[in-house]
């Protein structure tokens, strides 16, 4: 079913197969993607977009920059961004083996971290990258992250993760401003963060408790 919270001019994926030319004895299968808006009115008619797009590489690669999101009202699937209106299809406008995506803060605004194996697994992470549509850096934070979060359900709230040097298991979360990418709050070191209506909750499962800590978000 349709979820019943999708805002407005959202959209809904819908993937089928399709026979091709039956002259092999196995017809080959062609994947469709169906775009649908969602408007008061209910859903659009569908917006063809073919799995041709894609290299068979891309389709079958284990991982992704982006995939299965979107920013702003276009959906992205496997690092090429969906024109909602037309099905064109394009890459997105950063370098897909170097950076993650964290979402749109808008239309024109998406946010990127640079992350790669190496600095995962080195503990030293990346800076998270503000671009816009043609891929222009329009700010980018002085120090790095190990991991970010951001929901563009939320495009206010950005939180970059440091590691804790006296916590192997722990992490220093900060709230970070998605205009500026300046630090608005640093909070204490954690071992989950969870986001309420009026603020955070900082999880200190290690001592057995859990702390609030209301950053006014």
Do not use: M
């Amino acid at each position: 079913g349709i979820p019943q919270q999708l805002p407005q001019n959202a959209i809904l994926f819908n993937s089928s197969h399709i026979s091709g030319d039956e002259i092999e004895p196995l017809p080959q299968k062609i994947a469709i993607h169906h775009l649908y808006s969602l408007t008061e009115s209910g859903l659009s008619d569908p917006i063809e977009v073919k799995s041709s797009n894609w290299t068979d590489e891309e389709r079958h690669s284990s991982g992704s920059s982006a995939d299965r999101t979107w920013w702003g009202d276009s959906p992205i699937l496997r690092n090429k961004i969906i024109d909602p209106r037309s099905g064109d299809v394009s890459p997105v406008p950063w370098d897909t083996s170097t950076y993650k995506y964290l979402g749109g803060v808008d239309n024109d605004t998406g946010l990127l971290q640079k992350s790669s194996p190496t600095s995962q697994h080195s503990g030293v992470g990346g800076p998270i990258t503000a671009i816009d549509r043609q891929g222009k850096e329009l700010w980018s934070t002085p120090d790095s992250y190990l991991d970010a979060f951001f929901d563009p359900a939320q495009p206010d709230i950005l939180i970059g993760y440091q590691k804790d040097t006296s916590d192997d298991f722990a992490s220093v979360p900060h709230l970070l401003s998605t205009t500026t990418g300046e630090t608005v709050a640093a909070l204490p070191s954690s071992n989950a963060l969870f986001l309420a209506t009026d603020g955070v909750v900082i999880g200190l499962f290690r001592f057995g408790g859990v702390v609030r800590c209301s950053v006014g978000v």
